[in-house]
């Protein structure tokens, strides 16, 4: 199975401890894994053109890294999703990417190459887990009900506000390390 992870922290602390986990999980199972950290790449906001449904461009008209993301997405098994809570929401890196999943909705609601796809989500707040369980909703509305991929585990880290917070909850570490290991 190909695993794809999905960064979408600045900063190397928390987020990327347990997305890391994740992989490890992964790779201990046998499968083969890529960290993708979107802070580190271009990509711009969607510009609400709408060229991705017409016929003329298979995905976005934006050329910037994104176009390379497309294939990593529609050729992996699973994805996983990294992200801090940033203002109660995911952070604007995460978000302008997951805005440009536009071309994979088509006319009547089509979903184009995700369905089936398995996906994980990690996500690290200062506050409390249980204050930010609407990102998580908000994850699983989209990817899960709408986008009809297959949840495998929501990985919610609470009470890390420094970067090396996750130090103190390796918990968290061993509950990311076993959802990747779980992958099948
Ligand atoms: C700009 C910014 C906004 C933040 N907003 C929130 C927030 O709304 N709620 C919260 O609990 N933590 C908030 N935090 C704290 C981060 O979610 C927390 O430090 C998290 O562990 C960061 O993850 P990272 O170490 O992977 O970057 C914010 C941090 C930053 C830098």
């Known amino acids: 199975m190909k695993v794809v992870a999905f960064l979408g922290s600045p900063r190397n602390g928390n987020t ?17 894994t890529e960290v993708i950290n979107l802070a580190s790449l ?6 609400a053109c709408c060229a991705c449904k017409s016929d003329k461009f298979e995905y976005c008209a934006i050329k910037d890294d994104m176009q390379e993301l497309y ?9 996983v999703f990294g992200t801090p809570v940033y203002m109660g929401q995911m952070t604007g890196q995460m978000k302008n990417f997951f805005d440009r999943w536009y071309p994979f909705l088509g006319e009547n609601y089509h979903i184009y190459h995700l369905p089936g796809k398995k996906y994980i989500t990690v996500t690290a707040s200062g506050a409390p887990a249980a204050v930010f369980q609407s990102l998580t909703d908000y994850f699983n509305h ?16 609470g009470e890390l506000g420094p970067a090396d917070a996750i130090n103190s909850q390796p918990q ?8 990747g290991r779980t992958l099948k």
């Open 42 to 47: 271009k990509i711009s906001d969607c510009t």
């Open 71 to 79: 294939t990593k997405i529609i050729e992996a098994d699973c994805l």
């Open 172 to 179: 968290l570490l061993t509950m990311a390390e076993n959802a």
């Open 142 to 157: 989209w990817l899960g009900s709408f986008f009809k991929m297959e949840l495998v585990q929501n990985i919610v880290g």
């Open 16 to 32: 990327t401890a347990m997305v890391n986990a994740v992989c490890k999980g992964a790779v201990s199972a046998g499968h083969e």
